[in-house]
């Protein structure tokens, strides 16, 4: 992982950097406390830079001008928030992606926090600080050389704002939530050689640092445990499987946890009902459930979320081989209930099925929600922009929906019911793991609500929404961390004493 940003905290009374960041609205005011440290050369520069460019303050639109030579600063970059009117629907991390943007690795820059009209909050400030964060993220571990040779120099930013020791409380909170995010980020970036079952839990470990209590079970416990339908994916492969329990103990001694599950596939190859060669790379990105579960218990723990909550992460590889499970094979799952292997490629419910039995058995959780890179047809159904939701639960509904909506990380309820759960009957045991094309992300999440009793629960279906998706404001990563945000937030608004 790089974090480019190197973030210091100053108030609004100088400009040290190269780079002088202000934000003008549609219409174009610059702020008043922006004006004293652009000076009148800026704010002539800024007149022009604007007639020239046709820039009138659009929402994340901007531009940058070079400053006359008098000017204690040598560029001027400028980044709209829109019309005066609709600052309620800024998105503020939005903002700081789009400021980040305008940044260029080896220089300094003072960030100008204030708006023209209103105020900017100390939780606002930080929400920007937060997207930058986010923006400056870039996998590049395994790049030995980089194309220019500056881009992996830092960019020092002075974020300038009223009252410093009140963004600095509020940057707290979201710099745990940008390191989960980056962590999961991380962690769905890694190639499938590094990061199998036995490493991924290794790094989960490392949340001990964090005062999250880390148990990993391996194989002879989760035999004896009987997780015979998360053994059987991993059995054709060299690789050990792993469940990693994380609990995180922040609020009342007696009180019931939320619990958050992930589907971790470090690899799927389809097993012996193998997947065509074109774009199977993409697979080792089949682990982003467990991956933000991590990167969730991460952010809780780092911001000490008044919250019991546990994090339970399923991780196998799914590989074809003398000892791997065939289509025909019937697997008896932690529930007792028998499951014919139609598609050794639907694996992901298999590993989740134990998973989830597991956690409501032992846990009695306040509520279950489990992510899961799960199905190809959710992409088909809803493309990128949201993750399907499934659930038994619609308060639970509501309040994730309204997640979504307050970080960008949105969610589309789709159906469960008596006649898709009918399609996974098998004629040899008592469900089949695969019920065809037709409604397949449907029938996927019925053959998990068949291990899961009256628990409230939502499955959050990410194939489309936790990697490959395309380039937003705040995320430049194929692995996009998606969940850790909008699950922070769930818990912020509901979960905490
Ligand atoms: N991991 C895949 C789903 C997937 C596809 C994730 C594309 C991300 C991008 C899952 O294990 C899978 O292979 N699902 C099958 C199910 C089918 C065999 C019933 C699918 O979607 O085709
Ligand atoms: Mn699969
Ligand atoms: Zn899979």
Redesign the pocket.
Known sequence: MSQRLKLELKPLDAVTGQDLVVLVADGLAAPGSARDLLGEAGEELLARAVSVERFKGKALGGLTALAPQQAPYQRLIAVGVGPLADRDTLDFAKLGGAIAGRLAPGRSADIVLALPDAELSAEQAAEIALGMKLRAYAFDRYKTKSKEPDEAEPIGVTLRFADPAALKKALKAREAVANGVMLARDLVNEPPNILFPEEFAERAAKLAKLGVEVEILDEKQLRKIGMRALLAVGQGSRRESRVVVMRWNGGKGSEAPVAFIG?G?TF?TGGISIKPGGGMED?KG?MAGAACVTGLMHALAARKAKVNAIGVIGLVE?MPDGNAQRPGDIVTSLSGQTIEIINT?A??RLVLADVLWYTQDRFKPKFMINLA??TGAILVALGHENAGLFSNDDALCERLGAAGQATGETVWRMPLGKAYDKMIDSKFADMKNSAGRYGGSITAAQFLQRHVNDTPWAHLDIAGTGMNSPNSETNRSWGSGWGVRLLDRLVRDHYER
């Open positions: 589907k596939v799927d697979m089949d799914n490629d694996e992901g890179t799960l």
